[in-house]
């Protein structure tokens, strides 16, 4: 650990979480017994059979880390299903010191024949209100000694998607067949940005952002550019997964063409090879242009070391990930699990995995660790967040100063 900067201290102090997707951070106990509740087949009943078999600790590919949605997806067509999960992952999160967590889903893939979009939303922020709501009512929050859990959740609309993947989606495919697939996937996400700027204005639902998330070669941000900008002059924040697995024109294209406040991600944002615009003569100069660009605007980096480890072969361990050159650069970074499940991790272990593998003094480690906060999509007022920001910087004071000093 750098500088003494234990697992004792980390596990301690408040932390943020700003990409975590709820279809992929379920209890695998829950999964099991919601599985055999709604008749949903699996490889294995048991924890170790399903740790062996569907979410293991490394991947051949990113089509097999993404095997496991098909389990968990399937047994997130309900409300009660989908509120209890909600609600276990804000304990799970809430248990290991994050006090502000943003969880995303996408919507229209839980939506079934006797459930809705609007309330599959409606049954997520119930979940997470039951968790915050035990946990802001303890003595020891009311009285100082702990920091209050705070949340929003973002909408996430999908790069592609196919009639098997959900009800809504084989729907909609079907009542627009005369369009081609990118109008279709446009259109999704314009319904999916009208509803949610609708939940948050006139139902006050804490939906907070909106992203785009899947594949990203050949499935371009541009085919959703009418959902970013009913969201953009909505006052809504955005962020979109890219420079997963395609290159800096992704990242470029998700602020330009999309208003992106953060980035999911970012990986390949240095990696100048891997532009394919022919315009682009000095691909070295674009790249700086761009790092430069998202460190002075503040525009944040969710980076998520475990999953870009089990999903990029060509990233062979944390000393060799981007995000040291990216912290170098000045970059609002931030650490986040994405899916809790599917990599088995949690905030506090990728914290350590951060600090065992590159060189931090203990400023940029608080630095990294309050721009968790700093970035967030806070459901209240700025001054709010300003408030709540400075008690978490101070909270990280006491507890450096009792286990670093």
Same mark, same amino acid.
């Given at each position: 650990m750098n500088h003494k900067i234990s697992a004792e201290f980390i596990r301690l102090i408040p932390k943020a979480d700003l990409h975590v997707h709820l279809d992929?951070?379920?209890?695998?106990?829950? =999964?099991?017994?919601? @599985?055999?509740? *709604? %008749?949903v087949s699996l490889p294995a009943y048991t924890e170790k059979g399903l740790r062996e078999k569907v979410f293991k600790k490394q991947y051949a590919s990113l089509p097999e880390y993404l095997q496991g949605f098909n389990y968990t997806t399937a047994v997130m067509r309900n409300k009660?299903?989908?509120?209890?999960?909600?609600?276990? =992952?804000?304990?799970? @999160?809430?248990? *290991? %010191?994050?006090r502000y967590m943003e969880v995303r889903f996408a919507p229209q893939l839980h939506a079934s024949e006797t459930l809705t979009v609007a309330e599959a939303v409606r049954a997520v922020v119930a979940g997470l209100q039951r968790?915050?709501?035990?946990?802001?009512?303890?003595?020891?929050?009311?009285?100082?000694?702990? =920091?209050?859990?705070?949340?929003?959740v973002i909408a996430c609309a999908m790069r592609s998607f196919?009639?098997?993947?959900?009800?809504?989606?084989?729907?909609?495919?079907?009542?627009?067949?005369?369009?081609?697939?990118?109008?279709?996937?446009?259109?999704?996400s314009l319904e999916l940005a009208r509803l949610m700027v609708k939940l948050a204005r006139e139902e006050h639902l804490p939906v907070v952002g909106f992203d785009l998330?899947?594949?990203?070669?050949?499935?371009?941000?541009?085919?959703?550019?009418?959902?970013?900008?009913?969201?953009?002059?909505?006052?809504m924040r955005k962020t979109v997964h890219s420079g997963e697995a395609y290159g800096p024109e992704s990242i470029f294209?998700?602020?330009?063409?999309?208003?992106?406040?953060?980035?999911?991600?970012?990986?390949?944002?240095?990696?100048?090879?891997?532009?394919?615009?022919r315009k682009v003569k000095d691909k070295t100069a674009y790249v700086e242009a761009l790092a430069n660009y998202i460190a002075s605007e503040r525009i944040g980096v969710e980076v998520c070391l475990t999953s870009n480890l089990q999903t990029l072969p060509e990233?062979?361990?944390?000393?060799?990930?981007?995000?040291?050159?990216?912290?170098?650069?000045?970059?609002?970074?931030?650490?986040?699990?994405?899916?809790?499940?599917?990599?088995?991790?949690?905030?506090?272990?990728?914290?350590?995995?951060?600090?065992?593998h590159i060189p931090l003094t203990r400023k940029e480690f608080k630095n990294i660790v309050i721009a968790g906060f700093k970035g967030a999509f806070f459901p209240g007022s700025y001054m709010d967040r300003r408030i709540f920001v400075r008690q978490v910087s101070n909270r990280y004071d006491e507890l450096a100063k009792k286990y670093l000093d």
């Open positions: 992929g951070s379920l209890r695998l106990s829950t =999964l099991i017994e919601l @599985a055999q509740k *709604e %008749g009660e299903n989908i509120e209890r999960i909600a609600y276990e =992952l804000g304990q799970d @999160a809430i248990a *290991e %010191g994050v968790a915050q709501k035990e946990h802001n009512s303890r003595a020891e929050v009311k009285n100082g000694k702990d =920091l209050p859990f705070y949340f929003g196919n009639a098997f993947m959900s009800p809504y989606y084989k729907n909609l495919i079907g009542a627009l067949s005369q369009y081609s697939k990118s109008e279709i996937f446009g259109v999704a998330a899947g594949e990203e070669a050949g499935y371009p941000a541009s085919d959703h550019v009418e959902a970013y900008k009913y969201v953009h002059k909505n006052f294209q998700a602020i330009t063409d999309c208003y992106a406040n953060r980035i999911g991600h970012g990986t390949h944002l240095f990696d100048a090879a891997l532009i394919k615009d990233i062979k361990s944390v000393s060799k990930h981007p995000v040291r050159e990216m912290i170098k650069r000045g970059l609002s970074v931030s650490i986040a699990t994405d899916n809790r499940l599917v990599s088995n991790t949690t905030v506090s272990k990728e914290l350590e995995l951060l600090v065992k």
